[in-house]
């Protein structure tokens, strides 16, 4: 099946700094999504983004699709950013099943 | 517009019994997924559902799990004879007809067998 890799796994940042998280997947893909997951273990969507670039505030992500990966930028990080970040895709060759396979996520640490 | 619910939120069992999980979607999704996510890992993918249908099952869903959506709108999760390897976090998703890849997660269902 598709391989997804996060990378970084860790990173800690001061509050204020900009980070970038990269997601390298291994086959074709018809979706890739972003989520960042709560304490709570709530996944949140941030980005539907198969393709292109999308902005939302302080964060924005690009997919390269013919290149096979994607990045998160997340500019003047706040306390509330921190929790673990995931990039999920489906591939090209899930038929109709558009399950989504993840990557082992990474875990983002803002300090005050 | 409400999210996905899920319910119970915390679920904790002894070795050996059935538990029973729900979750509803979005209104009008018509595609649901479950998955689970065990400590340090992303979520895996266990079943799907296209309206009432099952679809798809994983080879992670062993034969004492079985999963319902009997009038294509909530569904429900059972394992019966739970072990100490169930305990995980059961996320439940759904995505609309206009837009099937783009999913919509619950709050999950976080499981632990004792």
């Known amino acids: 099946g598709i391989q997804v890799e996060q990378s970084p796994p860790d990173l800690i940042l001061q509050e204020g700094a900009n980070s970038t998280l990269r997601c390298n997947f291994s086959?074709?893909?018809?979706?890739l999504q972003w989520f960042h997951q709560n304490p709570w273990g709530q996944l949140i969507n941030l980005f539907y983004?198969?393709?292109g670039t999308k902005q939302n505030g302080r964060l924005s992500a690009t997919t390269v699709a013919t290149e096979r990966y994607s990045l998160l930028y997340i500019s003047s990080s706040q306390t509330t950013d921190s929790g673990v970040y995931f990039c999920?895709?489906?591939?090209?060759?899930?038929?109709?099943?558009?399950?989504?396979?993840f990557g082992k996520g990474t875990l983002l640490t803002v300090n005050p | 517009d409400t999210g996905v619910s899920q319910d119970p939120r915390h679920k904790i069992t002894k070795r050996g019994q059935n538990v029973t999980f729900r979750c509803d979607p979005i209104?009008?999704?018509?595609?649901l997924y479950w998955y689970r996510q065990t400590l340090g890992q992303g979520p895996e993918f266990l079943t799907y559902?296209?309206?009432?249908?099952?679809?798809?099952k994983s080879r992670l869903l062993s034969d004492r799990f079985s999963a319902e959506r009997p009038k294509g709108s909530f569904s429900t999760l059972e394992i019966q004879r739970t072990e100490q390897g169930d305990s995980a976090m059961y996320l439940c998703?759904?995505?609309?007809?206009?837009?099937?890849?783009?999913?919509?997660f619950g709050p999950g269902t976080r499981l632990t067998v004792t």
């Open positions: 209104s009008e999704h018509n595609r």
């Open positions: 559902f296209q309206n009432e249908a099952q679809l798809e």
């Open positions: 983004i198969p393709s």
């Open positions: 086959d074709s893909v018809n979706n």
């Open positions: 998703a759904s995505s609309p007809r206009d837009s099937p890849y783009e999913q919509y």
């Open positions: 999920a895709v489906t591939p090209h060759s899930g038929g109709s099943n558009y399950k989504l396979t």
